[in-house]
């Protein structure tokens, strides 16, 4: 054959593939969408479902049936989408139930007193972009150019970021000493 003829006969082939999908979609979207809508909480997901549905059946058009089994495939693909989308959730929950736990863990141990509670406190008073930058290069241990990149500003913006937000929390740390009810003094180094 004639290199043109085959390129013809895949272009065909492919616009036949369209048209056998798009029946296929025409047909029994909506069979799949209820089927999903009554099987998952969300409509949102069902409408997920129907998608990844679909994109396995399109991704596998020469193995959906071409008669009525064609609905049954369908239902057993959306079966096996739901079933993983219900696995890869518990996975979801029991790594975040063991993030937590561990995290209570963590904090268990760590002390929550005098030094330490007051710049925790002192901090918790800063801004959300000051305090970020601050906890990246004290507790992170990163360089203001690596929490630069974190941060997605220039490594100059990140240093001159960071020598306003340690004289932020040293301004807050004075204010709580000179109101009297400031304990043991802040360590700005611990701040670092």
């Known amino acids: 054959m004639v290199p043109g003829q085959i390129e013809k006969k895949g272009a065909l082939s492919g616009e036949l593939s369209q048209i056998r ?12 969408l209820a ?15 129907v998608a990844e549905t679909f994109l396995v059946a399109w991704r596998r058009l020469d193995e959906v049936p071409n008669d009525a089994r ?3 495939w369908l239902f057993g ?7 993983n989308r219900h696995r890869a ?7 975040g139930e063991r993030l937590a736990e561990s995290l209570r863990t963590e904090l268990a141990t760590q002390p929550a007193a005098g030094e330490a ?3 925790l406190r002192a901090m918790g008073r800063l801004g959300d972009d000051d305090r970020e930058l ?7 241990e990163l360089s203001p150019g690596e929490a630069a990149k974190v941060l997605g500003i220039s490594s100059l913006a990140a240093r001159s970021r960071l020598h306003r937000a340690r004289r932020r929390l040293r301004t807050l740390g ?19």
């Open 134 to 140: 601050l906890l990246l290069v004290s507790w992170e």
């Open 77 to 83: 693909v959306a079966r096996r989408v739901i079933a």
């Open 89 to 95: 959730e518990r996975r979801r929950t029991r790594l």
């Open 70 to 72: 064609a609905r049954l």
């Open 117 to 119: 509670a007051e710049v």
């Open 21 to 32: 999908f798009g029946r296929l979609y025409r047909d029994q979207g909506r069979a799949i």
């Open 174 to 192: 004075e204010q709580r000493e000179s109101a009297g009810s400031r304990g043991p003094e802040l360590d700005m180094e611990e701040a670092r």
């Open 35 to 49: 089927y999903a809508l009554r099987r998952v909480e969300d409509p949102e997901d069902a409408a997920d479902v």
